[in-house]
């Protein structure tokens, strides 16, 4: 993950605010465990240094294992296309730090970054922060001072000890649960169910995006706890795919929602968007018949649903990134999520695959290895950060489940590589970690 250095016309320089929050703070997306905090003490703290900034927007706040991302996003663009002026929280970012932070699809300013953290040092001097819980406190301060309409707020692990979880919202949304941070959610489903429904408050409804039989229990049981009306979008909708091209696909939908036996259009490829489809309406419509905060108009929906990247900037989910061969880069890295991305790429037609595949070295990566298609021709790479997997590391244990290929030191080696030995009639798939298809997906179009 990367981002260029610029002079800030603040008391200091982009590139050296970055340095400050990557080097001088916990940041778990580079270091792990160690950066995980387990209480929402210094983000109360940070809150109420900032004059409560979270206390001035509405927001919807977004949970799950798989699809709070995707979620997020398509929500925030159905409400820029009505109209509003909408802030967007999510994480990790890709490219630039500044993508976790955006506006109506522009990402916070260089010099609002470099004036938040140098109008603030001498307080996290004190209270002692993580890069997260900075992070969120900017998010915060930012949407505050710009004056957003509302909030779409995406968790970071979890939901009850997340550093977003201080925000009482309109709407609670769970988009799923599944095998992801046992280490630090539970190892059982309804451990991690537990975790999320954190977020549930008093009062407040909550979209639960896939309901399974191991887990609706628990969010049924926090939900009369909290006194909090339950919407199960899986059995409100579903959405089938009836036609796609390289920029979209046209879902029909069935149920009992207000788009029951209709077209839509999304502007994201992945086939598992359907489920994050159908948990972004039933969360509109909850936003607009429960919440009554929005007219929901079809033609907004539509428009944003249709044109999700160019409101929102959203990258990294089944991404297209070159059609001779065609270059496809996918951020799914657990379990759930991998099934249903194999399951798509064994459906795409191809000569021959080839995979580039980064992982990063705190996570059990045998349910990831043993969904990977044999068949393909890999190139192992380390993202570049301090947890990536050495190489070698993960060509030996890919080798235990049949997957042939050759180590590179970087991402960057190994994509070029596998653009060398593609013929037109192949495939290249770059994933196995957020991080990996962070080194891929271009800053402008024609970058791969």
């Known amino acids: 993950m990367t981002s260029k250095s610029s002079k800030s016309s603040g008391g200091g320089s982009y590139d050296a605010a970055l340095d400050y929050l990557y080097t001088q703070l916990p940041m778990y997306q580079r270091v792990g465990a160690k950066a995980f905090k387990k209480d929402l003490t210094n983000s109360l703290a940070l809150d109420a240094h900032l004059g409560y900034p979270h206390q001035k927007f509405p927001t919807v706040h977004i949970a799950g294992t798989n699809g709070k991302g995707s979620t997020s996003h398509m929500i925030a663009a159905v409400l820029q296309a009505h109209g509003l002026k909408v802030g967007l929280y999510t994480s990790p970012h890709y490219r630039d730090f500044r993508e976790r932070i955006k506006i109506n699809g522009t990402y916070i300013s260089k010099q609002a970054v470099v004036k938040f953290v140098d109008r603030h040092r001498n307080a996290f001097s004190k209270i002692q922060p993580s890069f997260f819980e900075i992070t969120v406190a900017m998010a915060f301060d930012y949407f505050a001072a710009c004056k957003v309409d509302i909030a779409v707020i995406e968790t970071g692990l979890g939901g009850r000890l997340d550093s977003t979880n201080i925000?009482?919202?309109?709407?609670?949304?769970?988009?799923?649960?599944?095998?992801?941070?046992?280490?630090?959610?539970?190892?059982?489903?309804?451990?991690?169910?537990?975790?999320?429904?954190?977020?549930?408050?008093?009062?407040?409804?909550?979209?639960?995006?896939?309901?399974?039989?191991?887990?609706?229990?628990?969010?049924?049981?926090?939900?009369?706890?909290?006194r909090s009306s339950l919407y199960l979008a899986d059995t409100r909708y579903s959405a089938e795919p009836v036609a796609r091209d390289l920029s979209e696909v046209s879902y029909l939908l069935t149920?009992?929602?207000?788009?029951?036996?209709?077209?839509?259009?999304?502007?994201?490829?992945?086939?598992?968007?359907?489920?994050?489809?159908?948990?972004?309406?039933?969360?509109?419509?909850?936003?607009?018949?429960?919440?009554?905060?929005?007219?929901?108009?079809?033609?907004?929906?539509?428009?944003?649903?249709?044109?999700?990247?160019?409101?929102t900037r959203f990258m990294g989910r089944w991404q297209i990134l070159g059609t001779?061969?065609?270059?496809?880069?996918?951020?799914?890295?657990?379990?759930?999520?991998?099934?249903?991305?194999?399951?798509?790429?064994?459906?795409?037609?191809?000569?021959?695959?080839?995979?580039?595949?980064?992982a990063v070295n705190d996570k059990d990566l045998t349910k990831m290895l043993r969904l990977l298609p044999r068949e393909a021709r890999y190139y192992f790479c380390r993202p570049d950060i301090p947890r990536g997997l050495s190489p070698t590391q993960l060509m030996e244990l890919a080798a235990k489940y049949e997957l042939r290929g050759r180590a590179y030191a970087s991402v960057r080696y190994a994509r070029r590589a596998a653009r060398r030995a593609a013929a037109h009639e192949d495939l290249i798939y770059v994933g196995g970690s957020t991080f990996t298809v962070a080194e891929v997906v271009p800053r402008r179009r024609g970058e791969f």
């Open 167 to 226: 925000i009482t919202p309109l709407l609670s949304v769970i988009t799923n649960i599944g095998w992801d941070h046992m280490n630090f959610l539970g190892d059982t489903l309804p451990l991690i169910a537990g975790e999320k429904a954190g977020i549930i408050k008093a009062g407040i409804p909550v979209v639960i995006g896939e309901s399974l039989p191991e887990t609706l229990p628990v969010f049924e049981h926090h939900s009369r706890k909290k």
């Open 255 to 311: 149920g009992s929602g207000h788009f029951a036996g209709q077209e839509l259009r999304l502007g994201a490829l992945g086939d598992y968007q359907r489920l994050n489809l159908v948990t972004s309406l039933t969360s509109l419509e909850v936003l607009a018949d429960d919440c009554q905060f929005l007219n929901l108009r079809p033609d907004a929906v539509r428009e944003g649903l249709r044109n999700l990247v160019g409101l």
């Open 324 to 358: 001779d061969p065609l270059i496809i880069a996918d951020s799914a890295h657990n379990e759930p999520g991998l099934q249903r991305a194999m399951a798509q790429l064994a459906a795409y037609p191809r000569k021959q695959l080839h995979v580039v595949l980064g």
